[in-house]
């Protein structure tokens, strides 16, 4: 019976653990509302009561809005 328990504080102490990469943040929640921002690297979170979600902080591009940009300069002359 000690060894269940103790394997399910495991494994919810474990299921705490996140990385983020190195382009990537983690934001961190309570209760819905912003709480810290963590990483990139390891770290840990209370699981039961705060979620966390990740940032991508790498840059896209999308060339549509290069095309349509100049789609409107354009049409002013």
Known sequence: MTMLVGIVILVILLSGLRIAQE?????VFRLGRYLTLRGPGLYWITVLMIPSDFVTLAKSFSDYL???ALRNRD???
């Open 23 to 27: 382009y990537q943040r983690g934001v």
């Open 75 to 77: 049409a002013a002359r």
């Open 66 to 68: 290069r095309e349509h």
